[in-house]
Nanobody, 126 residues
Framework: QVQVVESGGGLVQAGGSLRLSCAASGRTFSSYAMGWFRQAPGKEREFVTT????????YYADSVKGRFTISRDNAKTTVYLQMNSLKPEDTAVYYC???????????????????WGQGTQVTVSS
């Protein structure tokens, strides 16, 4: 079983940037894909982005494409989410998740992921 812990959330003005981090432990980090999801108040959890075991294959939701970048450092067992040009509609709790396997599907399903963090709040003010 993998444990993941997110960090880096906070309050930022529209147009600003934030970088989220997700530290993983419990299984060989380079053996599984990672993903980021988010959930805004009153809405369902939605997919944001995912990368495969090496970070060489990525996939983004249309709503964040060109603004967000996922990356991973297997030596540090950490995945990152760089968020630029933030919008108020990006306000949500962001969750990191570890997948069951090392490859990704396009688009991914939340059931592809079996380990979830507690989430970190991102608030974008207008």
């Amino acid at each position: 079983q993998v444990q993941v812990v997110e960090s880096g959330g906070g309050l930022v003005q529209a147009g600003g940037s934030l970088r989220l981090s997700c530290a993983a432990s419990g299984r060989t980090f380079s053996s599984y894909a990672m993903g980021w999801f988010r959930q805004a108040p009153g809405k369902e959890r939605e997919f944001v982005t995912t990368c495969n075991w090496s970070g060489g294959s990525t996939y983004y939701a249309d709503s964040v494409k060109g603004r967000f970048t996922i990356s991973r450092d297997n030596a540090k067992t950490t995945v990152y989410l760089q968020m630029n040009s933030l919008k108020p509609e990006d306000t949500a709790v962001y969750y990191c998740a570890a997948a069951r396997v090392g490859y990704i599907t396009k688009p991914p399903m939340w059931t592809d992921f079996n380990s979830w963090g507690q989430g970190t709040q991102v608030t974008v003010s207008s």
